[in-house]
């Protein structure tokens, strides 16, 4: 998956499959990431590997891998990887965004590679990498990662399995494992996404009775129905998960060559979710329609519905996929309008403008890359969930790297140094004597910070956007180039102060062992755009992970990725010339430990966040 260095993230809540058009630079990335986590590679025992070579039978009529047959190989690879880890039966649950952005051809060999990344009560994330050997030129490259979550198969009386916590063993898996709570989290809002969107913003309306080439939607309608046979079914005699894809993938199809008359090539599929399970016997009725046709592409909506005998229809399934179609030269070809029918075909022709848009969003706020100016995300209430669930993921991975170097300590107060790919990230860490959940809601709250952080002269609550997140406009004081050429900042009215837009997002742990999260990002506001009164600064990834320890003990750290505007403060104490950071952490732990003294009942302890704000 493509992850800029500035965010730093793995981006959950977007599963992303990544054919890539280049072997020669795909084997190079491929190469490169195994070389980072050569000297941490070790058998993760849930781990499962596969690997299949592509036959003419597996593949469409361009002789290449075709998408149905790949999801049944990444299901049962990533089944296989839950159950052994659970001991028992699982059902894949939902399987992340996917996006195809090239083919495998028939003779080369997909390799994959399924392990749990972290188990919640009674669900478990599985992470899925693919990778492509051409086995005539020896190369190897990735091609997929991929996200599913699986659950366990309930008792014979109904009651569901619980599983065993996962025990992070790597760099990496630790990653995996401290950002899959925060994908569960975007799954958990999937749909209200769309409903928020379609609710509160004023998407235009598609008028089409100008366009003489509109085609009527209902010629594109796709009805199929499939007899759930013994091949079919999995080893619990459950319709296996990757063959109802594969079936709606099939509809899908046919669907998109109704209205384009020619060989569509699909390129996403949205979040699959199984909404119930089939079994053999079962006729599964898949149906399929174009909602809506932009300039390049397409979206076809297919839903899933299972049924015995003159039983009533159960909804198992839905997705919505789109497709482009491909001149000789490989470029997109211009798409027909569609008609849409009244009612039901309005509401999904609407709906696939949203989802377009969604993914749009997300695409721009997981590709900004260092060297772009300005690294700010405009932030907008439809990009709200992806820039929370970055910003958030940004500051886990941060924590989770293995190799910070301690760069000075006085009084158990630590600074570490974290140097990688030209990126300084720094980290000042100690105990303290409060809870963390009482440390949690008073470091949270950032209008208070400027009482004990010399570097927040001035912060300001700009929107309230929910009990998680909050923008806020943060001053600091000015910076001149000082002795050596060192960077320091000066009091105010010596130079122009600096700004800052930030978006705070807050966690509560997910579960025991996990640290409570305060992350801190820039973005941009139309309503606070720069002014010459002030230098606008940048926040690549900040912020506070609280985790509680012995005896009401929380053990505080502080992270922050050094863009061009904040490493001045930070600079000296780097160079060993200075130890402003002790004295700014020393003046945090006073301000927790003052409060925690005043507000020492068990009611007002348990004070939440928002009465503090309110």
Not at 73 to 88: K, N, Q
Request: hydrophobic share 35%; aromatic share 8%.
């Amino acid at each position: 998956m493509r992850q800029p260095s500035t965010i730093c993230t793995t981006n959950q809540w977007t599963t992303e499959i990544t054919f890539k058009m280049n072997s020669e630079v795909s084997g190079y990335v491929w190469k490169e990431e195994e070389e980072e986590g050569e000297e941490e590679e070790s058998m993760n025992p849930t781990e499962v590997k596969m690997s299949q070579i592509v036959m003419p039978c597996h593949s469409n009529h361009r002789q290449e891998l075709s998408v149905g047959q790949l999801l049944k190989w990444i299901d049962s690879t990533a089944c296989l990887s839950a159950e052994r880890h659970a001991g028992s039966p699982c059902i894949t649950a939902s399987m992340d965004d996917i996006n195809f952005e090239h083919t495998i051809s028939v003779g080369m060999v997909v390799n994959i590679k399924a392990k749990v990344n972290r188990a919640f009560n009674t669900s478990m994330e599985v992470g899925i990498q693919v990778s492509c050997e051409d086995l005539f030129y020896d190369r190897h490259w990735r091609v997929c990662h991929a996200y599913a979550t699986f659950v366990t198969q309930r008792t014979s009386n109904g009651q569901k399995v619980p599983l065993k916590p996962i025990i992070p063993r790597t760099q990496r898996e630790q990653i995996e494992y401290s950002v899959a709570a925060e994908r569960r989290r975007v799954r958990m809002v999937h749909d209200e996404i769309i409903k928020d969107l379609l609710f509160h913003s004023s998407i235009q309306q598609g008028d089409n009775s100008e366009v003489g080439n509109a085609v009527a939607a209902v010629k594109t309608k796709v009805e199929s129905v499939e007899l759930v046979l013994p091949p079919h079914a999995n080893h619990q005699e459950n319709t296996f998960g990757g063959q109802i894809m594969a079936w709606m993938v099939n509809v899908a199809t046919i669907a998109a060559s109704r209205l384009c008359q020619d060989h569509p090539i699909l390129r996403t599929i949205d979040m699959f979710t199984f909404r119930g399970p089939s079994q053999i016997g079962d006729r599964v009725l898949l149906r399929a329609i174009v909602n809506n046709a932009f300039k390049n592409s397409m979206e076809v909506g297919v839903r899933a519905e299972a049924y015995q005998g003159e039983g009533p229809n159960r909804h198992i399934n839905s997705a919505f996929m789109t497709f482009e179609v491909l001149d000789d030269h490989g470029k997109p070809c211009t798409l027909p309008h569609i008609r849409p029918e009244p009612l039901e075909g309005e509401r999904r022709f609407q709906e696939a403008i949203a989802r377009k848009k969604i993914r749009l969003d997300r695409k721009y706020i997981i590709s900004r890359t260092q060297g772009e100016v300005p690294l700010s995300v405009p932030w907008e209430p439809r990009n709200q969930v992806y820039l929370s669930y970055n910003n958030v993921s940004a500051l886990k991975m941060l924590a989770a790297q293995n190799n910070w170097c301690l760069n000075s300590e006085k009084d158990q107060v630590r600074l570490y140094t974290l140097e990688r790919k030209s990126v300084l990230s720094f980290r000042v860490e100690s105990e303290v004597n409060i809870p963390a959940h009482r440390a949690f809601c008073l470091l949270a709250e950032l209008r208070n910070r400027p009482s004990w952080d010399t570097h927040y002269q001035k912060c300001e609550l700009i929107h309230w956007v929910d009990e998680d997140d909050f923008l806020y406009r943060v001053v600091t004081p000015s910076v001149h180039p000082g002795a050596a050429g060192s960077l320091t900042s000066v009091n105010q009215g010596e130079g122009v102060l600096q700004d800052f837009i930030l978006l705070a997002s807050k966690r509560k742990p997910c579960s025991s062992g996990d640290p409570y999260v305060i992350a801190l990002r820039s973005v941009s506001l139309p309503t606070h755009p720069p002014t010459d009164a002030y230098n606008r600064g940048e926040v690549l990834c900040a912020g506070f992970t609280i985790l509680e320890s012995k005896n009401d003990m929380s053990l505080i750290s502080y992270y922050n990725k050094a863009s061009p505007e904040v490493f001045p403060y930070i600079s000296t104490d780097i160079a060993g010339l200075s130890s402003s950071f002790y004295h700014t952490f020393c003046s945090c732990s006073q301000y927790l430990t003052k409060n925690r003294l005043q507000f020492n009942s068990q009611e007002e302890r348990s004070t939440s966040f928002d009465s503090l704000t309110s």
